[in-house]
């Protein structure tokens, strides 16, 4: 098959390349940077130096691939967290679920493309009502935080066009990256202290391994209907129970506690959701549907090895 993957240089990306390679699909890797051009070299593809906001660039790049699938993995994450000004902090990434969505679907459309895979997001997104665990015929959040209201539009955008476009459109929404580049900031906090866990720490969270965002990508070139999946591993978790188990993987005092009405004052409304009302998804349909299965089921085994390798111990899974 051949494949156009935007964001291509990015973490999943980086993963998900050699993996395409390596399954005899011919890629085409898109990156706005010349400098990152060698290293997509490196992994096999075709580079492509594109910015996935510009229609007309995105079009002829498209066009010039001639592929059989189109991946889009374009976020902007890679700075600060900032979770009081949530939305500020998704403002780019917001702009590439939507317009940037619609550059690269209608190009992929232009240009024959049967399959159009797009990256969301599951966790916070969900409803904060009812059971512990959604699936995706639950609703999403009729009432998010308000500094998440346009992050939470722009993947209700993405989840809408996507399975509706004139081809095969599928929407992966990943749960929380962990893995090699993709949970640094995150042990970052943990190991200065400065992720407390906030009220009771009752908010669920989905995680997903970097490696099995890449195969469940590879899964979805070949299976499954156009809609929406939760690619997550098989293992929600309250924060109460997986922030001080990771807190002691990776050598960190465990987390302070603190009250909601200091949690509010220092981080803010949406920091106090994830904390404390959030809910996790299941990965039923993506088993069933695109027959894929996690490599690291359980974050347990996962932040035990998996923030610096790829593959779990043999036999641990
Ligand atoms: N589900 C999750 O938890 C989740 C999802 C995504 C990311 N993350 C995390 O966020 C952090 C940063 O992610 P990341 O390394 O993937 O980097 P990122 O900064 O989010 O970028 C991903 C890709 O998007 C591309 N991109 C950004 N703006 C673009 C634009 N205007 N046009 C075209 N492409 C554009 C970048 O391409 P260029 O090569 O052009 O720079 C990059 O390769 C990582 O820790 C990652 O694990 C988490």
Redo the contacts with the bound molecule.
Sequence with gaps: MRVFV????????QRLLPELVAQGHQVTA????PA?VARLRELGAEPAV????DAMAVGEAVARAEPDAVVH??????GDTDMRHFDRMFA??NR?RTR?TDHLLAAAAAAGAKRFIA?S?TGWPNIRQGGPVKTEDDPLDPDPPAAQRESLAAIEYVERVVPAAPLQGIVLR????YGP?????LVDLIRKRRLPIIGDGAGVWSF?H?SD?ATATIAALEHGGPGVYNVVDDDPARVSEWLPFLAQAVGAKPPLRVPVWLGRLAAGEVAVSAMTRIRGSSNARAKRELGWQPAWPSWREGFSRGLSDTEPARGAA
Excluded: E, H, P
């Design positions: 935007a964001g291509a240089a990015g973490a999943i990306g898109a990156t706005r940077n990152k594109v910015d996935g906001l993995q374009m976020t902007a994450l890679a780019v990434t590439l940037g990256q997001y990943y749960g929380a990256f580049g993709a949970s640094d900031a997903l970097i965002a």
